[in-house]
């Protein structure tokens, strides 16, 4: 079968170069291209001249041998299970005949992210004749050919090795049952395997207590005795008209009173201080000096004295302090004096006395001090005391050496070593180590080894780099912007070589692959 990749604007197409052998099944042709079919690829069938062509659209799709490259997982496996299982039994219901069908793993296309798988069927009469596809056959190639995650439970593997193996005859219906009911556990599983969150009991504090008066117990009326006196009623009173009496008049406001200035009157015999200063007069001063007078005869129990007139020449101008000079501490050095040194416990002599007295009438003028330098201390070396070691100088540079004791291997943080094959992202100048076989770069976190999500114009499995026998290739997974290399476009599912310094884009992201 004669394959190949074309790329027409986002879209990728496997296209089937028909030979002049082959021969169209129109009715086959018919239902394909007027219907979509669910789990078989869209067909667009073209003539150029002599050459005749059918193109399946498989965007953003990869092949499944890409798809189980690597650790397989119970969803991955079962989704592409389903997806073949559906389409075989999808044609049988649109009168296709499964010999059309192509059950190849380079052939079956499947979404990284939501699992939906695309098979190919050839509209061509002239296989009649082929035999059907043995499809337990095919089922168990890839069961037995995959490498499983550790981290999850297999059983389901065993379980349908079992089923291909175990009936006599393989029922399709069956099969897909089984493929149905796996993926509805694997779905249910984590809902019942996670712990769910149960959030801490909170304090809720009790609704505050109102007293309320109890409840006035209704009364009934006693009932009546024959023997009872009958109960005295006072006589209705008549209530007598009001005469509503006239409104008084509004008082008259209070006359204002003239101000004047405070005396103290007659009966008056003493004063306060407070009423002194705020009627002040000579009156009211000599009434307050006089009873100012009897307070001190009466507390010191003689006779009154006279109050002394006030002289304001009697005032005195206050006292001025004169400079005396103080003897200065013993150890002080004084700024322009040349004091003799004091021993402690001694006194200073006189001469230093007096000049210190003369220092401190004057205004002193203090330097800052200088600062002091550390001692240098000299280290003992092999040429002898007075040699001094040189002071070493570190430089750590952009590289952030992990392990001081070996210098000479430096690794990179994720374990593979520096000078191993990698790329260089453009944007952010970060550098991709190759670490895998297969290394996928993509949008889709759960399938690709670098996820590169601050790019939308990415697909989600946009290329892959493959090393093979000391030798790197990459080749674009029918990405729907593609890939270029050194500038120029490569085809879909084709490894191109990489050399030393190679310019790679995918879609607006470049990149620089290195070898070292």
């Avoid at 002599?349 to 205004?363: F, I, K, L, N, V």
Wanted: charged letters at 25%; hydrophobic letters at 35%; a negative charge.
């Amino acid at each position: 079968m004669e394959f190949s990749f074309e790329t027409q604007g986002a879209s990728t197409y496997l296209v089937y170069h028909l030979s002049a052998d082959d021969v169209i099944d129109s009715v086959s042709l018919g239902m394909l291209s007027n219907n979509k079919i669910r789990g078989l690829a869209p067909v667009l069938f073209t003539r150029m001249d002599e050459h005749r062509y059918l193109k399946y659209n498989i965007s953003a799709k990869i092949p499944a041998g890409k798809f189980f490259t690597g650790e397989v997982t119970k969803k991955r496996l079962l989704g592409v299970f389903g997806g073949v299982a559906d389409a075989i039994a999808e044609a049988g219901e649109y009168m296709l005949d499964a010999s059309k069908l192509i059950l190849d793993r380079e052939y079956i296309f499947t979404d990284v992210t939501t699992y939906e798988t695309l098979m190919i069927c050839l509209p061509i009469g002239n296989n009649a004749d082929a035999p059907a596809p043995d499809i337990p056959a095919f089922f168990k190639e890839i069961l037995f050919g995959s490498q499983y995650a550790p981290e999850e439970d297999n059983k389901y593997v065993a379980e349908l090795i079992s089923l291909l193996n175990g009936a006599a005859a393989f029922s399709l219906a069956d099969f897909g049952a089984a493929v149905k009911r796996l993926q509805n556990e694997t779905e249910r599983a984590p809902a019942s395997a996670e712990p769910r969150y149960v959030p801490a009991p909170q304090y809720i504090p009790p609704p505050p207590v109102v007293s309320e008066s109890p409840p006035t117990p209704a009364v009934s009326p006693a009932p009546a005795r024959a023997d009872s006196q009958p109960v005295y009623a006072p006589p209705p009173v008549t209530p007598q008209p009001v005469t509503p009496r006239p409104a008084a008049p509004p008082p008259a406001p209070p006359a204002r009173r003239q101000e004047r200035e405070w005396a103290p009157r007659a009966e008056e015999k003493s004063i306060s201080l407070l009423q002194l200063l705020l009627h002040y007069s000579k009156e009211n001063k000599e009434l307050y000096n006089a009873q100012k007078a009897k307070k001190a005869i009466k507390a010191e129990g003689g006779a009154p004295r006279r109050a002394k007139p006030e002289n304001p020449e009697s005032k005195r101008a206050p006292r001025q302090i004169k400079n005396v000079p103080a003897a200065p501490n013993a150890g002080f050095a004084v700024p322009g004096v040349e004091a003799e040194p004091v021993r402690q416990g001694e006194a200073p002599e006189p001469r230093a006395r007096e000049a210190a007295g003369r220092a401190y009438a004057e205004p002193i003028r203090t330097a800052a001090p200088r600062p002091q330098q550390a001692p240098v201390q000299a280290y003992q070396t092999a040429a002898g005391p007075e040699a001094v070691e040189p002071r070493r100088q570190v430089s750590f540079g952009e590289t952030v050496v992990l392990n001081a004791a070996a210098v000479g291997s430096t690794e990179d943080l994720d374990g593979g070593s520096l000078d191993a094959p990698h790329l260089i992202r453009s944007r952010n100048n970060e550098k991709i180590n190759l670490t895998a076989p297969v290394f996928r770069i993509g949008k889709e976190r759960s399938f690709v080894d670098y996820f590169i999500g601050d790019n939308t114009a990415v697909s989600r499995s946009h290329a892959e780099f493959t090393a093979r026998g000391g030798e790197y290739f990459v080749a674009d997974m029918n990405s729907t912007n593609h890939t270029y290399l050194n500038g120029e476009m490569i085809p879909s599912g084709v490894e191109m070589k990489l050399e030393h310094g190679s310019k790679i884009r995918l879609a607006n992201e470049e990149f620089e692959f290195r070898l070292y």
